[in-house]
Nanobody, 124 residues
Framework: QVQLIESGGGLVQAGGSLTLSCAAS????????MGWFRQAPGKEREFVAV????????MYADSVKGRFTISRDNAKNTVYLLMNSLKPEDTAVYYC?????????????????WGQGTQVTVSS
């Protein structure tokens, strides 16, 4: 059982930056794809970014491409999401997730473990 704990959310003005962290409890963390998803009020959960264990294969949602950067530190069992140029429409609860799928995927149904989420609010 992999436990994921997100941190780093908060309130920021439009144009600002935040870095989210997700710490995994499992030492086999490096075997999993790690992804970030978000869910805004009244909307479905949506894919944000994913990377494979080596960090060499990365995929982003079009809405965040060029502004967000996903990375991981396998030695620390942690994945990060650096968010720059934040917009009010980025406001959501952000979740990290782990998947045993072979290739990077944006399909939330293929993720086995989820964190509890961290709130990001971007004011205009």
């Amino acid at each position: 059982q992999v436990q994921l704990i997100e941190s780093g959310g908060g309130l920021v003005q439009a144009g600002g930056s935040l870095t989210l962290s997700c710490a995994a409890s499992e030492r086999t963390f490096r075997n999993y794809l790690m992804g970030w998803f978000r869910q805004a009020p009244g909307k479905e959960r949506e894919f944000v970014a994913v990377l494979n264990w080596g960090g060499g294969i990365i995929m982003y949602a079009d809405s965040v491409k060029g502004r967000f950067t996903i990375s991981r530190d396998n030695a620390k069992n942690t994945v990060y999401l650096l968010m720059n140029s934040l917009k009010p429409e980025d406001t959501a609860v952000y979740y990290c997730a782990a998947s045993g799928h072979l290739g990077p995927t944006s399909n939330s149904n293929l993720y086995n473990y989820w964190g509890q989420g961290t709130q990001v609010t971007v004011s205009s």
